[in-house]
């Protein structure tokens, strides 16, 4: 019995996690360039160790370990804005932004310009062109992005959207604020990297389908706690037999 309150809390703690990842799909609905995570379990089978001298012999039992989050990478919808300096990322390419812990990598197109001049992300983190930061004077106008990433004004060209991709992009780890970080170097997303102008790129998480799942995983946690009640149950019954006949 104590047997299937370990594999029961095995599963519990999995659909707790798994609630977790739900719950952060859902708050980022409406986060321009999200990408969803799901959740992948996989069986734990014990015993590591066996004991063939005893009949009848030890029954594997069916534990659940969290096997991680991977990320859908599938495209999200395309929202026209007319905002020039809105950018829509096409395909697996992905912007490269400046923080204080270094190079972070976001699909979060909607861009604006602070108060040094510089292009930044919508919190502020300095987007980085080929040649690092980009940048504006205080005398330019109809500042602007081409398809193929370059950004310019009145005045000229100020430099190219330096954009990414990744061998495995779904080993990308979620730094919160829309960003990703890569323990293995990107490589350049080449030519055929195109962006959308004056559009962003919508999260791709289906909410019909996060909702589905919330109930999924509600029900099962409360089939897997009803399961346990039981088991307790039942134990405490047979202490308490075994008991009044040694009594």
Known sequence: MENAL???LSRQVALARELDVIAN???NVGTNGFKARSARFNEFLMPVAKADAFKPADRPLSYVIDKGTPLDLSQGAMELTGNPLD???KGDNYL?????NGERY?????????RQGRLVTQTGLPVLGDGGPIAFGSSEHSMRIAADGTVSSDQGTRGKLRQVRFADPRA???EGSNLFSSTTPPQPAGIEARLEPGA???????AVVELTRLMEVQRNYQSVANMMSKSDELRSRAISRLADQQA
């Open 6 to 8: 370990l594999i029961g």
């Open 25 to 27: 799909n859902m708050a």
């Open 87 to 89: 950018v829509a990322l």
């Open 96 to 100: 490269v932004v400046q923080t204080p």
């Open 106 to 114: 976001t699909r979060a197109g909607s861009l604006n310009i602070d």
């Open 172 to 174: 990308l780890a979620s």
């Open 200 to 206: 962003i790129e919508r999260s791709n998480v289906k």
